[in-house]
T-cell receptor, first 115, second 114 residues
């Protein structure tokens, strides 16, 4: 699986947009970019994923560069409850029963949202 | 909506004892994953099951074993416990037969080995 690089920590003011970058320069053409977050000692939570197009859901937006070597997770209006470790994970496509489903968590970004 | 259920939530064992952790996936999910998260570390993949068959294996010690039962719940059995096994153990489930990709995690079992 392609390696990802994220800044170890970021700060954001409550109500402002939080933009979390991720580099994945060795990503393969069929690999997806996933974002999960983990709020202190809770189970990781799925946020969003994408292949090449930008994606948006009720939680966040994902912007993937045209060359797919980097991406940015955007939390449009950060709240104190968004304080968490955010993980960017690159993963091959899933085919039921294959070994590709596991998530390989690297060093994520500790996002601290302050009042 | 139903979530992944793990039991027990907390478990205290002594060295060399045995522990069994249980995971009940979201209904109709066909895949279960187990992850271990040591203190101050990131979650690490242990083992996974798809349709009750082991589908992948990570850095799982030989002292650990796991299985998925006919009702899709899974159990992680840990024997000859060591102090280093103290960690959070997460179970996640997904519906991969239909390629939905997302894994939903349970609240975890905190295992303390003394």
């Amino acid at each position: 699986d392609a390696k990802t690089t994220q800044p170890p920590s970021m700060d954001c003011a409550e109500g402002r947009a939080a933009n979390l970058p991720c580099n994945h320069s060795t990503i393969s053409g069929n690999e997806y970019v996933y974002w999960y977050r983990q709020i202190h000692s809770q189970g990781p939570q799925y946020i969003i994923h994408g292949l090449k197009n930008n994606e948006t859901n009720e939680m966040a937006s994902l912007i993937i560069t045209e060359d797919r070597k980097s991406s940015t997770l955007i939390l449009p209006h950060a709240t104190l409850r968004d304080t968490a470790v955010y993980y960017c994970i690159v993963r091959p496509p899933i085919a039921g029963g294959t070994s590709y489903g596991k998530l390989t968590f690297g060093q994520g970004t500790i996002l601290t949202v302050h009042p | 909506a139903a979530g992944v259920i793990q039991s027990p939530r907390h478990l205290i064992k002594e060295k060399r004892e045995t522990a069994t952790l249980k995971c009940y996936p979201i209904p109709r999910h066909d895949t279960v994953y187990w992850y271990q998260q040591g203190p101050g570390q990131d979650p690490q993949f242990l083992i996974s099951f798809y349709e009750k068959m082991q589908s992948d294996k990570g850095s799982i010690p030989d002292r650990f074993s796991a299985q998925q039962f006919s009702d899709y719940h899974s159990e992680l059995n840990m024997s000859s416990l060591e102090l280093g096994d103290s960690a959070l153990y997460f179970c996640a489930s997904s519906l991969e037969g239909y390629g939905t990709h997302e894994q939903y995690f349970g609240p975890g079992t905190r295992l303390t080995v003394t």
